[in-house]
């Protein structure tokens, strides 16, 4: 075994291009080469067009298969210190195999976002009704809070999810640890003047985009519309299906743009980025990459959730249409108003994302891990008890399908 190893399974190869999430791992991916490790990463998914090249950071790459014994010679040999798990569904898949073959090894689920609380908010918009903290106990947050309770460490990027955590399913803060996305200023900041048109951009695989852009084409953009007639709205997103080339309306100055080469282009030379979020969970990369870039956003309550502490946001918050169009229009016509905001976009990164906040505590609580593994996980009985029993029906359920899979082949 060399000195430092971690194992990163992923639910799919990073596409930072593409997403918050595809930044975020590549950010992890960072931190931990910083810190000396020597890297392998593991999906059962292929390698499509926008993936990054993992092979240039000299980062191991290997593909593996679900229900196969193969992933277990593979990590028992691979014999990592740490295994970093791509959201809740990966740990569930492989997690009982790392500890059967690596009982010592240290298990860090990345949630990415809250998966229960989205699909319960995605549920209750579904219904034409209110969230309420009841609609959280569905069969997802079973899964999803056994397989935190499971894991060593669960990295969070949402406060707000790590108090719902605590409050509303007793997870020990022991188990939870805060570390947002990275983000700065750019260097260069297009002026007021040298800017035009509004903005939306979000990955279209992700449901709570395209119910957004849905929202804003039929509720909002026409009221903004109105009384901007010149100006565009531009709809950016990386994998966009003809549903969404559906509400390409140039005569109405609402324009489906597909994938961007480069996000952080398109959004600096925008006045304004408009995502009218109704459901959702995490922190948006979206307002992330428009504070970066100096360009002030609408949101709704949502969408900014988490995002700014008690800081002022770099723009409005509103949930209802009237307000979000009314917001937008006076945010669009008020320079002053505008260089404010940007201005508050810029003390939100600067106290709250900034890198250099993050780094060293990260790698402390890893080498703390490391050094109290055993104290740690005494600590988190329910968990170990959960892992029992997982592990027992996993283990036999995966080798009852492996075997079916090979009768097919006979």
Request: proline share 3%; net charge neutral.
């Amino acid at each position: 075994m060399k000195y430092k190893t971690l194992l990163i399974i992923g639910f799919v190869l990073p596409e930072p291009k593409s997403s918050a999430a595809g930044n975020r791992m590549m950010q992890l991916i960072e931190l931990f080469q910083a810190d000396g490790y020597e890297i392998t990463f593991a999906s059962t998914a292929q390698n499509l067009e926008f993936s990054e090249d993992l092979s240039l950071l000299k980062i191991n790459i290997k593909t593996i298969e679900l229900n196969s014994s193969t992933f277990d010679t593979f990590i028992y040999e691979l014999n990592p210190n740490i295994v970093l798990f791509d959201r809740f569904m990966v740990e569930e898949q492989f997690g009982w195999r790392v500890s059967e073959q690596c009982p010592e090894v240290i298990k860090i689920l990345d949630t990415e976002d809250l998966h229960c609380l989205r699909q319960a908010r995605q549920q209750a918009l579904k219904e034409n009704r209110e969230f309420t903290f009841d609609d959280l106990y569905s069969e997802i947050a079973k899964r999803e809070i056994a397989s935190i309770l499971r894991s060593d460490i669960s990295l969070m990027v949402s406060e707000y999810e790590m108090e719902l955590l605590q409050n509303q399913f007793r997870i020990s803060k022991d188990i939870l640890y805060f570390l947002p996305i990275f983000a700065e200023k750019l260097s260069v900041i297009p002026s007021y003047e040298e800017r035009n048109n509004f903005i939306f951009i979000g990955n279209f695989l992700h449901e709570p985009n395209w119910d957004c852009v849905k929202y804003l084409s039929a509720s909002i953009w026409p009221l903004v519309h109105s009384r901007l007639p010149d100006a565009k709205m531009l709809i950016y997103g990386a994998y966009p299906s003809q549903k969404v080339f559906q509400l390409h309306k140039p005569k109405e100055n609402f324009y489906v743009m597909g994938r961007a080469i480069n996000a952080l282009d398109v959004v600096k030379n925008a006045r304004m980025v408009l995502a009218p979020l109704r459901f959702g969970a995490g922190i948006k990369g979206k307002l992330l990459e428009a504070m970066q870039c100096g360009t002030p956003s609408i949101t709704s309550t949502i969408g900014a959730e988490s995002m700014k502490g008690n800081l002022v946001w770099n723009g409005f918050i509103k949930d209802n249409p009237q307000e979000f169009a009314d917001a937008t229009v006076e945010l669009h016509n008020n320079k002053e108003l505008w260089q404010q905001y940007q201005n508050h976009g810029f003390e939100i990164l600067k106290k709250r994302y900034k890198k250099l906040l993050f780094e060293n505590d990260f790698i402390s609580k890893i080498h703390f891990l490391k050094e109290n593994l055993i104290s740690h996980r005494k600590n988190n009985f329910t968990g170990a008890i959960l892992q029992h029993h997982f592990l027992s029906s996993s283990k036999y359920m995966s080798k009852w399908i492996e075997e079916k899979n090979k009768k097919k082949f006979l």
